[in-house]
Nanobody, 123 residues
Framework: QVQLVESGGGLVQAGDSLRLACAAS????????MAWFRQVPGKERAIVAA????????YYADSIKGRFTISRNNANNTLYLQMNSLKPEDTAVYYC????????????????WGPGTQVTVSS
């Protein structure tokens, strides 16, 4: 059974940094795409960043480009999101997702999801 568990969320001030982690288990993820999405109440879940198994040419949403970095460790099945220069508009629940194959940009493209971790950025 596939399980994804996010960690690292919390309450920070604008300009601070956070590092999210997603521990994956239950299958071999080394050939899967992994991604981070985020969602605020009343809005659709939106992609933040995605990376294929090779970590070559990851995708970043325009809103976080230059501030966030996605990375993965295939040896221990962990996905990371380093978030720097956080802004209040980054406040959301952040979700880890896995897709069998190359990454997609829509939530429906993904096969497995974690329960999410809250990130709150105060001004």
């Amino acid at each position: 059974q596939v399980q994804l568990v996010e960690s690292g969320g919390g309450l920070v001030q604008a300009g601070d940094s956070l590092r999210l982690a997603c521990a994956a288990s239950g299958r071999t993820f080394s050939s899967d795409a992994m991604a981070w999405f985020r969602q605020v109440p009343g809005k659709e879940r939106a992609i933040v960043a995605a990376v294929n198994w090779s970590a070559y040419r990851p995708y970043y949403a325009d809103s976080i480009k230059g501030r966030f970095t996605i990375s993965r460790n295939n040896a221990n099945n962990t996905l990371y999101l380093q978030m720097n220069s956080l802004k209040p508009e980054d406040t959301a629940v952040y979700y880890c997702a896995v897709r069998v194959g190359a990454y997609g940009l829509r939530p429906d493209d993904y096969d497995y999801w974690g329960p999410g971790t809250q990130v709150t950025v105060s001004s």
